[in-house]
């Protein structure tokens, strides 16, 4: 038997005898070559069999981690449950893309409901849970500023796993919930900190209140306001709800919307859907960003690429976060009482919709 085929027999009697667990990280390649007293490219093949059989997944620049081996592929599928507010437009297929894609290289089926951010959405979702096989949950919340009429149902999972993604629920046990979401607060503050640098001291703001994401984006604003020592005035910022959004951003209350921003150089808005219906709103009264206002929002999607003249936008992870979801539930189902809470970081990518004055 050739050296790198004892090597990877050995390791794979390690992984399937309990050595590691699943999404464990395996020593480095020098250790290896130390064990085994073989050279690191010995070593290599012995990796590059393992990864071929299934048992392993080596991460470029990261290491090699422990995925379910070939024979427990062979079993029957498990399902997890993937319930999110939205589904096809906008950042959403990016996170579910990413975790259909570990889910699916684990040996996992994927299910998926909807809430349309609605509560009562949610609730039937969650009964239907309780007459089905899933094995796992992974849940974008409803309205997740807003107490929750839902929580006894989440309560009553206690044995099926649940990670929470882009925000969680404040009046479940903090210590207790495990979720992956974005540090929307240092997102809006980098946000603000670009349009200070840029001369910018009169700052208005446009964020959603029925959701977490909405609150922290606002709280980051503020506070980076208010510690360049610049004048905070409550007063200009806008205010929405799922169910008042359609309404709030129609042509009809543009004098409304405009009249608030008043005397405001720039604006940060709560995602780049509203930038871009701003950017219309503006156009009906002649005005054009970034000449009479200048804009910054979040995710990154198509729209800020695509509204004139280039929104600069705040980036969100999407497929990271789906993947990063993904994993922290394989890493539950293996460890049913490890909690789990992961923040990922997000970054301003600068384009044409901020002026310097």
Same mark, same amino acid.
């Given at each position: 038997?050739?050296?790198?085929?004892?090597?990877?027999?050995?390791?794979?009697?390690?992984?399937?005898?309990?050595?590691?667990? &699943?999404?464990?990280?395996?020593?480095?390649?020098?250790?290896?070559?130390?064990?085994?007293?073989?050279?690191?490219?010995?070593?290599?093949?012995?990796?590059?069999?393992?990864?071929?059989?299934?048992?392993?997944e080596?991460?470029?620049?990261?290491g090699?981690?422990?995925?379910?081996?070939?024979?427990?592929?062979? $079993?029957?599928?498990?399902?997890?449950?993937?319930?999110?507010?939205?589904?096809?437009?906008?950042?959403?297929?990016?996170? &579910?893309?990413?975790?259909?894609? @570990?889910l699916?290289?684990?040996?996992?089926?994927?299910?998926?409901?909807?809430?349309?951010?609605?509560?009562?959405?949610?609730?039937?979702?969650?009964?239907?849970?309780?007459?089905?096989? @899933?094995?796992?949950?992974?849940?974008?919340? $409803?309205?997740?500023?807003?107490?929750?009429?839902?929580?006894?149902?989440?309560?009553?999972?206690?044995?099926?796993?649940?990670?929470?993604?882009?925000?969680?629920?404040?009046?479940?046990?903090?210590?207790?919930?495990?979720?992956?979401? @974005?540090?929307?607060?240092?997102?809006?503050?980098?946000?603000?900190?670009?349009?200070?640098?840029?001369?910018?001291?009169?700052?208005?703001?446009?964020?959603?209140?029925? /959701?977490?994401?909405?609150? #922290?984006?606002?709280?980051?604003?503020?506070?980076?306001?208010e510690?360049?020592? *610049?004048?905070?005035?409550?007063?200009?910022?806008i205010?929405?709800? $799922?169910?008042?959004?359609?309404? $709030?951003?129609?042509?009809?209350?543009?004098?409304? &919307?405009?009249?608030?921003?008043?005397?405001?150089?720039?604006?940060?808005?709560?995602? =780049?859907?509203?930038?871009?219906?701003?950017?219309?709103?503006?156009?009906?009264?002649? *005005?054009?960003?970034?000449? /009479?206002?200048?804009? &910054?929002?979040f =995710? #990154?999607?198509? *729209?800020?690429?695509?509204?004139?003249?280039?929104?600069?936008?705040?980036?969100?992870p999407?497929?990271?976060?789906?993947?990063?979801?993904?994993?922290?539930?394989?890493?539950?189902?293996?460890?049913?009482?490890?909690?789990?809470?992961?923040?990922?970081g997000?970054?301003?990518?600068?384009?044409?919709?901020?002026?310097? *004055?």
């Amino acid at each position: 038997m050739k050296k790198h085929q004892h090597i990877s027999n050995q390791l794979k009697a390690d992984l399937l005898g309990g050595s590691y667990k &699943i999404g464990d990280k395996l020593v480095g390649e020098h250790a290896l070559s130390q064990r085994f007293k073989a050279s690191r490219q010995t070593v290599r093949q012995a990796l590059a069999t393992l990864e071929r059989d299934g048992f392993v997944e080596r991460v470029h620049g990261s290491g090699t981690y422990v995925r379910r081996t070939t024979q427990q592929n062979k $079993t029957a599928r498990q399902t997890i449950c993937v319930m999110t507010t939205y589904v096809d437009t906008y950042i959403f297929p990016s996170i &579910i893309s990413g975790i259909e894609q @570990v889910l699916s290289d684990a040996g996992f089926d994927m299910t998926l409901k909807l809430t349309r951010n609605n509560t009562d959405s949610e609730r039937a979702n969650l009964l239907s849970l309780e007459s089905s096989s @899933v094995c796992g949950l992974i849940v974008e919340g $409803t309205q997740t500023a807003l107490p929750n009429p839902n929580i006894d149902l989440y309560n009553s999972l206690k044995d099926l796993p649940v990670i929470f993604i882009n925000s969680y629920y404040r009046e479940l046990d903090p210590d207790k919930a495990s979720y992956v979401v @974005v540090d929307d607060q240092d997102g809006a503050r980098q946000g603000v900190r670009h349009l200070i640098e840029n001369g910018h001291q009169n700052i208005g703001g446009i964020f959603k209140s029925d /959701d977490m994401q909405g609150r #922290d984006r606002y709280k980051g604003f503020q506070a980076e306001i208010e510690q360049a020592g *610049l004048p905070f005035d409550p007063n200009q910022t806008i205010w929405y709800t $799922t169910k008042t959004e359609q309404e $709030t951003f129609s042509v009809d209350h543009a004098e409304q &919307i405009l009249t608030t921003l008043q005397g405001c150089t720039a604006v940060v808005c709560y995602n =780049d859907e509203v930038a871009a219906r701003l950017s219309r709103i503006m156009a009906t009264r002649n *005005l054009a960003i970034p000449d /009479d206002l200048s804009v &910054i929002s979040f =995710d #990154d999607s198509d *729209l800020a690429r695509l509204t004139p003249p280039g929104i600069c936008s705040l980036t969100h992870p999407g497929s990271e976060l789906g993947q990063a979801a993904a994993r922290a539930m394989l890493e539950k189902l293996d460890r049913p009482d490890k909690v789990i809470q992961q923040t990922l970081g997000t970054k301003l990518i600068k384009r044409q919709s901020v002026r310097r *004055l």
